[in-house]
């Protein structure tokens, strides 16, 4: 019964190669986002999006692209992945846009080499 | 976005209540204050929020004085599994579209809970 899930909790991968990370909600929340987590534990937005459509698009590379099949599920895919990419990705969700209350999922480890 | 500036790390022995204050000199009229709990290898959580005097739940208390300048989130009686990093966060809807609203974190206050 985990309110928000991603998956994989763990990715190692190359430079250059392209990786898809998934995030499902069952919360019913109508806003989901992906937030990065650097090594310093600094934790930035990057994209939001409210009943599927880009609400919030932070600058980050055109490498990164979420998308959102539907209200439950926010995909985030990279291209092209660089050693500077390996952080911790948060997906979160909001029972609305502008809630302040958002629920984290477990985050996954990306770890470029 | 109003900045925040809270210690870095605090230490406490179990059993004690734990007082965190947050400077937000800049906050905007709009502005709610978040505060938010990160355990090692997992997401934040959502704690409290609020907007002016005092606000608790079964968690935390979060103390706001008048002028909103600052804040203090208040843990009644520690335990070693409150070992966490504690972000205050202050901002508001501000309309829609890009940019409308986002929670920025700093780098937060490192509570550790001593036995």
């Known amino acids: 019964d985990t309110a928000v899930s991603q998956t994989p909790k763990y990715l190692v991968t190359q430079m250059g190669n392209d990786k898809s990370i998934k995030c499902e909600q069952n919360l019913g929340h109508d806003t989901m986002y992906w937030y990065k987590q650097d090594s310093k534990k600094f934790l930035k937005i990057m994209f939001s999006y409210n009943n599927k459509e880009l609400i919030i698009n932070e600058t980050v590379p055109n490498r990164f692209s979420p998308k959102s099949p539907d209200k439950a599920h926010l995909n985030l895919h990279i291209n092209s992945l660089e050693l500077g990419d390996s952080a911790v990705y948060f997906c979160?969700?909001?029972?609305?846009?502008?809630?302040?209350?958002?629920?984290f999922g477990p985050g996954t480890r990306l770890t470029v080499t | 976005l109003a900045k925040t500036t809270q210690p870095i790390s605090m230490d406490s022995y179990e059993g004690q209540e734990v007082n965190i204050t947050c400077s937000h000199n800049n906050i905007a009229t709009n502005d709610y204050i978040t505060w938010y709990q990160q355990f090692p290898s997992q997401g934040p959580r959502f704690i409290i929020q609020g907007y002016k005097t005092k606000v608790t739940n079964e968690v935390a208390s979060l103390f706001i004085p008048a002028d909103r300048k600052s804040s203090t989130l208040s843990l009644p009686r520690v335990s070693l599994s409150d070992t966490a990093v504690y972000y205050c966060?202050?901002?508001?809807?501000?309309?829609?579209?890009?940019?409308?609203?986002?929670?920025?974190f700093g780098k937060g206050t490192k509570l550790s809970v001593i036995p």
């Open positions: 979160a969700s909001s029972p609305r846009q502008g809630s302040v209350e958002q629920y």
């Open positions: 966060l202050v901002g508001a809807l501000r309309g829609s579209g890009a940019g409308s609203y986002q929670l920025t």
